[in-house]
């Protein structure tokens, strides 16, 4: 290896590391009131599948959720603390295999863009308990054009 594909490789990789580490955080929530708790409440609040995607922001298998065949009139809140997120209207069949919405009860939701190597999805989470739900992508419908693709795990549903 020549010392200019060395320094090349070298920048390349400290470029990469710092911007894995640089987290653009927005958070709209300045009204709602945190929850915190410790590790061994919210193991005992939640299932092991919504401990998993909401504190340790795993990712469900894509199709398993019961809530992508839900089209019921409703609200969507958050499984860890029944903050309401998404309207039912709001839910579309993105062919996914995940619970999608076009838009969100923005001061429910803080967001911040994760940068990994070379794609930079912007995670939401829950405003209130800080639980991981899923990412925004811009290829969802009008009138927003953006996709809140949501872990089921992560939501409950509760019928109008």
Same mark, same amino acid.
């Given at each position: ?54 504190? @340790?922001?795993?990712?469900? @298998? ?29 839910? @579309? ?5 995940? !619970? ?7 001061? &429910? ?22 639980? &991981? ?7 969802? !419908?009008? !009138? ?14 509760? !019928?109008?």
């Amino acid at each position: 290896m020549n010392r200019r594909l060395f320094l090349c490789h070298t920048a390349a990789t400290v470029f990469l590391l710092k911007s894995s580490l640089r987290q653009a955080t927005a958070d709209n929530s300045t009204a709602i009131e945190k929850l915190r708790l410790t590790d061994e409440q919210w193991r005992a609040r939640l299932t092991p599948e919504q401990y998993a995607v909401l504190r @340790y922001s795993e990712t469900e @298998y894509a199709g398993t959720s019961q809530l992508n065949h839900e089209y019921r009139a409703g609200i969507y809140v958050c499984a860890g603390c029944d903050l309401p997120l998404f309207k039912s209207e709001w839910k @579309y069949d993105s062919r996914t295999g995940w !619970p999608s919405y076009w838009d969100v009860i923005h001061e &429910h939701v803080t967001t911040r863009k994760m940068i990994y190597a070379f794609r930079a999805p912007v995670e939401y989470r829950c405003a209130r308990c800080d639980g &991981h739900h899923g990412h925004i992508f811009n290829d969802g !419908p009008q !009138p927003t054009g953006l996709r809140y693709c949501s872990n089921g795990a992560a939501l409950t549903f509760i !019928p109008a």
